[in-house]
C-alpha cells in the first residue's frame, strides 16, 4: 500500500476540523443557556434556527442562524488561509455534513440551511449573497421557510457558474443534493399542502 502524502493528509485533517466545527448544535446550547428548554421537546424536535424560533424568542432564533452560518463560514476560512481552496470546499462539505449529522447527537442533526448559506459567504461572496437573496425572495414569496432554503438551493449551481469561474460546481451539486435529501420530508409536507408557513 503506498503511503500517504502529505497534501492527502492536510486535506484529512481538514475534513476532520470541518466536520467537528460543524457538529457543534449551537442551536441546542442557545436554546438551553437562554432558558427555553431541549429543542428535541419542542416544535419539530429540529435543532436549527426554524424550530428554536417556535420558542417565541427570536434573539434566540437569530443568535442560531449566526453561529450556525459562522461555523461553517469559520471553517472555509481557516483551511483556506491555511492550507488553500482545495481545503476549504472539503471543510465545506464536511462543516455541513457535520451541522446536519452530528457525533454528539447521535447524527441526528439539523437541515443546515443557514450553515449552507454561512458556507458559500466565505467560500465566494457574490454566491454567498445570491444565496440569500434568493432564500429570502422565496421566503416572502410563498411564506414558507423551506421553501427558501430549497429554492436557494437549486439555484446556488447556477450562481456558480454565473459569478465564478466554477470550480466549486461540484460541491455546490453535492451540497444542493444534501440540502434536498435533508428537507425531504418538507418536500412531502409542500406536496401534501400541510408545510407550516412562517409566522404560524
Known amino acids: 500500500m503506498p503511503p500517504i502524502d502529505s497534501a492527502t493528509t492536510q486535506l484529512i485533517l481538514w475534513a476532520a476540523i470541518g466536520y467537528l466545527m460543524g457538529s457543534v448544535p449551537y442551536g441546542m446550547i442557545i436554546a438551553r443557556v437562554m432558558g427555553l428548554g431541549n429543542l428535541r421537546n419542542i416544535g419539530s424536535g429540529n435543532i436549527g434556527a426554524t424550530n428554536v424560533l417556535r420558542t417565541g424568542n427570536k434573539t434566540a432564533a437569530a443568535l442560531t442562524v449566526l453561529f450556525d452560518a459562522g461555523k461553517g463560514a469559520v471553517a472555509v476560512l481557516l483551511a483556506r488561509a491555511l492550507a488553500g481552496n482545495d481545503a476549504a470546499q472539503i471543510a465545506a462539505l464536511t462543516a455541513f ?5 452530528p457525533v454528539w447527537l447521535n447524527f441526528k442533526g439539523g437541515k443546515g440551511v443557514a450553515t449552507f448559506l454561512g458556507l458559500w459567504l466565505a467560500l465566494d461572496w457574490r454566491v454567498g449573497i445570491a444565496c440569500c437573496l434568493t432564500w429570502l425572495a422565496a421566503a ?3 411564506r414558507i421557510s423551506s421553501v427558501g432554503a430549497l ?7 447556477t450562481w456558480v457558474m454565473v459569478l465564478t469561474d466554477g470550480t466549486t460546481f461540484l460541491l455546490g451539486a453535492i451540497l444542493t443534493l444534501l ?11 409542500i406536496k401534501a399542502g400541510t408545510e407550516p408557513r412562517i409566522g404560524k
Do not use: D, F, K
Not at 455534513?97 to 449529522?101: D, K, R
Not at 429554492?151 to 449551481?157: F, G, K, M, N, Y
Not at 440540502?179 to 409536507?189: I, Q, T
Open 151 to 157: 429554492v436557494a438551493a437549486a439555484l446556488s449551481t
Open 140 to 142: 416572502l414569496i410563498w
Open 97 to 101: 455534513v457535520g451541522h446536519c449529522y
Open 179 to 189: 440540502v434536498y435529501w435533508r428537507h425531504r420530508e418538507n418536500l412531502a409536507r
